[in-house]
T-cell receptor, first 113, second 111 residues
Framework: DVKVTQSSRYLVKRTGEKVFLECVQD?????MFWYRQDPGLGLRLIYF???????EKGDIPEGYSVSREKKERFSLILESASTNQTSMYLC????????????FGDGTRLSIL | AQKITQTQPGMFVQEKEAVTLDCTYD???????LFWYKQPSSGEMIFLIY??????QNATEGRYSLNFQKARKSANLVISASQLGDSAMYFC????????FGAGTRLTVKP
């Protein structure tokens, strides 16, 4: 079974801090994704990566950056955390094909105080 | 731009009845995939069913079927014989290169 692991289930940080959310997958998937989930808005794509060191902006990249130095790891970085970035963050990975589903991690509930 | 639209924020269905969750999408790419995911209160995202843009027949997986109307850009999920355990959030998604999701529909199954 595919395993997508997010480093923290819950995280509390302060405004202005630099925050790192880590995601690791164990199935050699080319594609990895970061979403945030807010009530009534569904899952909104922040960034995705289609290969190592390759990334594309999603719908809401402002205030975020990503890093993918190794195929199995995709990091989301909040450069200077703000209260409006309080949310549930979901990482996903998949094979590089429009016919393949994504496999999700358990999510990180991030609170910015 | 919103590519996936789910117009039903909440739906109720009686146990053992069928229910249809609506999804419309927008794309000019001829190659794409459509997916439905279930998210129970525990939070995990569970893949339910897939339909490819070139598939001629509607996809089915057990009690789930996808009513694919390509010309209307519609990909509705039909759940037959609803069970209490079907109560959850349901998300429609479309994959071109990336994957985008709709806002979701919260389904509540009544005993």
């Amino acid at each position: 079974d595919v395993k997508v692991t997010q480093s923290s289930r819950y995280l509390v940080k302060r405004t202005g801090e630099k925050v790192f959310l880590e995601c690791v997958q164990d199935m050699d998937h080319e594609n990895m994704f970061w979403y945030r989930q807010d009530p009534g808005l569904g899952l909104r794509l922040i960034y995705f990566s289609y290969d190592v060191k390759m990334k594309e902006k999603g719908d809401i990249p402002e205030g975020y950056s990503v890093s993918r130095e190794k195929k199995e790891r995709f990091s989301l970085i909040l450069e200077s955390a703000s209260t409006n970035q309080t949310s549930m963050y979901l990482c996903a990975s998949s094979i590089d094909s429009y016919g393949q589903p994504q496999h999700f991690g358990d999510g990180t509930r991030l609170s910015i105080l | 731009a919103q590519k996936i639209t789910q117009t039903q924020p909440g739906m109720f269905v009686q146990e053992k009845e069928a229910v249809t969750l609506d999804c419309t999408y927008d794309t000019s790419d001829p190659s794409y995939g459509l997916f439905w995911y279930k998210q129970p209160s525990s939070g995990e995202m569970i893949f339910l069913i897939y339909q490819g843009s070139y598939d001629q027949q509607n996809a089915t997986e057990g009690r789930y079927s996808l009513n694919f109307q390509k010309a209307r850009k519609s990909a509705n999920l039909v759940i037959s014989a609803s069970q209490l355990g079907d109560s959850a959030m349901y998300f429609c998604a479309m994959r071109e290169n990336d994957m985008r999701f709709g806002a979701g529909t919260r389904l509540t199954v009544k005993p």
